[in-house]
């Protein structure tokens, strides 16, 4: 059973940073892709950045910039470094897989499996 799990949420002021993980566990293979989405109160989810096995990287358009993703092989382990955090960007953030080596999507539907997500405020 492939099991995701995020870490590195909290509460930061605007212009603030943080550090989000994606930690996977379970079966593995050599395609995959790794996207972040944020939701934040009462909307849908947000493609925020994705990565994958081959390192190609995709941003969406509100947060280039100022994020970036990377990636652990030897950790199995995905990274989303935030800068210059505005109270915009507050919601709950959730990595997900899919098992595909192409340009990983934004679109949430294009994934299959799902962390429990992480919290981010970004408030004065």
């Known amino acids: 059973q492939l099991q995701l799990v995020e870490s590195g949420g909290g509460s930061v002021q605007p212009g603030g940073s943080l550090r989000l993980s994606c930690a996977a566990s379970?079966?593995?293979?050599?395609?995959?892709?790794i996207g972040w989405f944020r939701q934040a109160p009462g909307k849908g989810r947000d493609g925020i950045s994705c990565?994958?096995?081959?390192?190609?990287?995709v941003y969406g358009d509100s947060v280039k910039g100022r994020f970036t993703i990377s990636r652990d092989n030897a950790k199995n382990t995905v990274y989303l470094e935030m800068s210059d955090l505005e109270p915009e960007d507050t919601g709950l953030y959730y990595c997900?897989?899919?098992?595909?080596?192409?340009?990983?999507?934004?679109?949430?539907?294009?994934?299959?499996?799902w962390g429990q997500g992480t919290q981010v405020t970004v408030a004065s």
């Open positions: 997900a897989l899919r098992w595909s080596a192409g340009t990983c999507p934004t679109d949430p539907q294009r994934y299959k499996y």
């Open positions: 990565i994958n096995s081959v390192g190609a990287i």
């Open positions: 379970g079966p593995t293979s050599d395609y995959w892709g």
